[in-house]
């Protein structure tokens, strides 16, 4: 909600203005108190989804994807996230020979994840079944 007091405005309609992050409308907002039109979205991420081209057998809302592993992360916006999963899922590798991994970090609408130059590690654990 926005609370005006001695004549001040806010002006939303600038491009790049944060009033979809605070759930309002690009608009010029003069009224003494103003509820946004539509939700706050701050935390848009439920999940980390953590992807690898080279398995198959996952599946996400009963459709077929490349994660391995997901999580919310526990850390507040900003903080170092360290993740370790507690219980390990082997999934069948789709190749006889690995020469290469491409990974990647999503959210639930796969949406690649902006880490903003972080340095990122993710080990994976292979064995033989």
């Known amino acids: ?7 001040y405005h806010v002006d939303f309609r600038p ?13 010029l907002y003069t009224s003494d108190y103003q509820e946004s039109e539509n939700p ?5 991420v439920n999940s980390v ?15 077929r ?3 391995i592993y997901s999580f919310f992360p526990a850390v507040s ?10 219980n390990l899922v082997y999934l069948p ?10 990974t990647s970090l999503t959210d639930l609408n796969g949406q690649q994840l902006n880490l ?8 994976f654990h292979v064995r033989e079944i």
């Open 40 to 44: 706050v979205n701050i935390l848009s």
């Open 65 to 67: 994807n490349p994660t």
């Open 116 to 123: 903003r130059g972080e340095n990122v590690t993710i080990r």
């Open 1 to 7: 909600m926005l609370i005006l007091e001695n004549n």
């Open 93 to 102: 590798i789709t190749l006889d020979s690995i020469y290469s991994i491409e």
């Open 49 to 63: 989804l953590v992807n690898i081209d080279i398995i198959s057998g996952s599946y996400l809302n009963g459709q």
């Open 15 to 27: 491009d790049h203005s944060i009033c979809s992050l605070l759930g309002f409308n690009h608009d």
């Open 77 to 86: 916006p900003g903080y170092k996230i360290i993740e370790t999963p507690a």
